[in-house]
């Protein structure tokens, strides 16, 4: 009887606790604004900006909208960020959002700096880079669900 009370007050608390964790949320969810929740939730809502490279060895990175050319895209590893945490299959390039061409995923120091980055590349007609844009995004997460953007300029070439 003893063991039974003792299971029950515990399933009760476990059930109580549960209750009151949902109840706690409540007071915020109306409440974006409130320093709770965007100091606790900014890592998750907000991406953080990173620092890509489009075309490493390229200043200008020019971009013809019109090749089937290969795009490749580095993601550069910061203090406070590595780049090699990044899911390649989550990132998308581009307006149109262009995902990772299968199997070229590279992991090298790109940048020459002493740390690891991550190469991507990106089929140019999967992008949806038109004549006349001047900037290109990336957005992706890392494998523990950071999300990340980041944008450089480019130069489009090849049209009329
Ligand atoms: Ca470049
Ligand atoms: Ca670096
Ligand atoms: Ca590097």
Known sequence: MKNMNRESIVRASLVLLVLLSG?????YVDLPDT?????LFA???????VAIDVIPGSDTNPIDPESEAVIPVAILTAAEFDATAVDPL????????????DDQVQVEDVDEDGDL?????FQT???GIQCGDT??????KTFGGRAIEG????????CN
Do not use: M
């Open 90 to 101: 989550s990132v998308n390039f581009g307006p149109r959002g262009a995902e990772e061409d």
């Open 35 to 39: 320093l709770f929740s965007w100091r």
């Open 151 to 158: 944008s450089d300029s480019i130069t489009t070439v090849g």
């Open 43 to 49: 890592g998750l809502y907000q991406p953080t900006s």
């Open 23 to 27: 109840v706690a949320l409540i007071p």
């Open 117 to 121: 980055d991550l190469l991507l590349h």
């Open 135 to 140: 900037h290109v995004s990336l957005t992706g």
């Open 125 to 127: 007609p999967d992008t």
